[in-house]
């Protein structure tokens, strides 16, 4: 697997939106949470837009930049292109399911590092309900789920890479593979994205040299992981 490697990047801003059952997790740190789904919209999509647009006037009040990178999980990233319409901000749309806010940050700290320019902002959002339409049932063909079953998140998050240095700096990354070892069970993605999960972390400590003791937390969208 490829890894990289940075000099010069940080994370100069941020701003971030939970919705409601995010709300009563471990993470407290959030700018803003969600009351019910809806956002004061009358569908679930047009809440996920306001979420993005949200994110983006609070960062565009304290800071400049000119390309946006991101992606959400609707249709050819539709909620994105109805949300930075009228941003009149270069935008280049990613897609990576789970894992697409990491695949931003990799892509806009490469823009950094090389000094193509001097701040991205990375943009990436999720809504339950929309994508429970998009990838399972609509809530309102009242499907069965299983007694266990994942479930997709609810929020929203925006930050500023730049080469303003800051408390926060983005060292390296590493590129993960496609890893399937036969996983049916459609409602346990947790089982489906683990191997891949594994293999990337085993890589990046390969690759760059370094133990589970360099860190003080590993992060995935899995499990929290204490070294």
């Not at 943009?123 to 069965?144: A, G, I, K, V």
């Not at 929020?155 to 996983?183: E, L, Q, R």
């Not at 590993?218 to 204490?226: A, D, G, S, Y």
Request: net charge neutral; proline share 2%; with cysteine.
């Amino acid at each position: 697997m490829v890894s990289l490697r940075y000099e010069n990047v940080y994370i100069k801003d941020w701003f971030s939106i939970a919705g409601p059952d995010e709300a009563n997790g471990n993470i407290k740190n959030i700018n803003l949470y969600l009351k019910d789904y809806y956002y004061g919209e009358k569908t679930f999509e047009k809440a996920e837009i306001k979420m993005q647009k949200t994110v983006i006037n609070n960062l565009l009040q304290k800071n400049e930049f000119d390309l946006i990178i991101g992606g959400d999980l609707s249709n050819q990233l539709g909620v994105m292109n109805m949300s930075l319409k009228e941003t009149n901000k270069s935008f280049l749309g990613i897609y990576n399911a789970c894992s697409t806010f990491n695949e931003g940050l990799i892509l806009a700290s490469l823009f950094v590092n090389s000094n193509k320019t001097n701040n991205v902002c990375v943009l990436t959002s999720s809504h339950m309900l929309t994508s429970e339409r998009q990838f399972r049932f609509p809530n309102e063909y009242n499907s069965m789920k299983s007694q266990a079953s994942t479930i997709t998140a609810t929020g929203a998050v925006g930050a500023i890479i730049s080469n303003v240095p800051t408390n926060y700096k983005i060292t390296s990354a590493t590129i993960g593979s496609v890893v399937d070892y036969g996983i049916k069970d459609v409602s346990n993605m947790g089982a489906v994205m683990a191997p891949a999960c594994a293999s990337v972390i085993a890589s990046h400590l390969y690759n760059l040299n370094r133990t589970l003791d360099d860190y003080n937390l590993i992060l995935t969208e899995l499990f929290l992981v204490k070294a």
